[in-house]
């Protein structure tokens, strides 16, 4: 496990809590949180203010396994080094906050735990929204987004991810058992839902139904794990690009090729789901 030196901050708010934030990454989080109170924001969506916050972070370094921390589950606050899913969870925080007119670290905090985790609430490992899959169903329930690949073409996708509950040594927090009978409940109620994909052969032709800002979620040719990759739909010379924390290119950036080449030049990935943010009530 990477080893970093954290500055623990105690919020006696979120019934004893403890979320994790260096100072590092406090002062580049107060940084954003006072340019989103410059925004105009108008009649801006929320699909406008993600492509204007989205690129802040360009040539932020990619670091994986930043929530992978011993002990209780913490909230893990970030923007320092981002993997794919913590990018998009910070863009996502900060277009929501923006639109409610939040603009205070206890709000990012609060807004925060409630995307990352089941029904918005933090209670141990398991509820961590570990499955990709698994996260945008939740947060469609909670109203955060709506799931949009069935109507702009999508197919029913087979989503039957067992990698974690097959895999445990691959997860510290998994050598609790009681963890492991949580994370099969979780791939159990995965499986037993009805989700859809758009084959990469097709992105192309549906490519005009996806809009800048829209959520990207990249499925897997593997049969147990479900989505290997996540970023942000950005428009560039008429295009639908990758806006995203990238592996290749160990920092935040957009995609060279079109989404479409991006996917075919990827024997792995089969696909997409596309989501779009809903304005927060």
Known sequence: MRLITLLIVLIPSFSMAQTICTTESRECLDSALAALSHIEIGQKSMNDLTVEIG???LNTPYVEKTLELEGDEKLVVNLTGLDCTTYLETVIVLARL???GHYTFEDYEKELEFLRYRDGIRDGYPSRLHYFSDWIYDNEQKGVLSD?????GGEVYVNNPSFMSENPKYYPQLSNADFVDQIKLSEAEIKGRTYYYIPKKAVKIHEDRIKSGDL?????SMDNLDISHVGFAIEQNGRIHLLHASTTSKKVVISMKPLSEYLMSNKSQ????????????
Request: net charge positive.
């Open 148 to 152: 949009i690949t069935k109507e702009i």
């Open 270 to 281: 089969s696909g997409i789901m596309v989501c779009r943010l809903k304005t927060p009530e």
């Open 216 to 220: 990207i979620a990249i499925t897997i």
């Open 55 to 57: 690129p802040w972070f």
């Open 98 to 100: 923006a639109k409610m």
